[in-house]
């Protein structure tokens, strides 16, 4: 199975989980940052896994970068803005055949949802959907992620690689 995940990541969380999903996915799972992953890399996947953080209760904005970038100086850790964000992705990315998984990750608390966003769009753009939006926390703004996030991100993994082999 070809397996991409792609993500949208600040302060390193969100990559950190991919990188789990993919291993947990196993062979062949690569993980790639948005301007990774282009119409050529996706175009005969077989599952994409996309994932962003929550902010402001949905997927990331443009503005929402915009603020971040201003405000850069008063975080402990300057956000990285150095690739597009998964709205932008999203917008780009070509219709396909493929199936799909969504991930946010998310203080355990704050309202909506970023990976119901993204598996609505790739449903639009034809990406059947394994499973519902997988959600990972994080301790604040910043992270680090909750204990065991990482290991239940290797797990969920195994869970879509399974269910793909299932539909053989």
């Avoid at 034809?126 to 499973?131: A, D, F, I, M, S």
């Amino acid at each position: 199975m070809k397996a991409i995940i792609v993500y949208e990541s600040h302060w390193g969380n969100t990559a950190a989980v991919a990188r789990a999903i993919a291993e947990g996915i196993g062979s062949g799972a690569r993980v790639l940052a948005t301007d990774e992953a282009t119409a050529e890399v996706i175009s005969d996947v077989d599952l994409i896994v996309a994932g962003s953080p929550l902010l402001g209760f949905s997927l990331p904005t443009e503005s929402m970068l915009k603020g971040m970038a201003t405000n850069a100086s008063k975080d402990p850790t300057p956000p990285d803005l150095s690739h597009p964000s998964m709205r932008a992705w999203l917008e780009t990315l070509p219709s396909g055949s493929g199936r799909a998984a969504a991930f946010e990750t998310r203080i355990w608390w704050s309202p909506g949802s970023a990976a119901k966003a993204i598996l609505k769009r790739l449903e639009a753009l034809g990406y059947g959907p394994v499973g519902k939006g997988e959600r990972f926390i994080v301790e604040d703004k910043y992270g680090p992620l909750r204990a065991g996030e990482l290991e239940r991100a290797k797990a969920w993994g195994a869970t879509l690689a399974q269910a793909m082999a299932d539909e053989g």
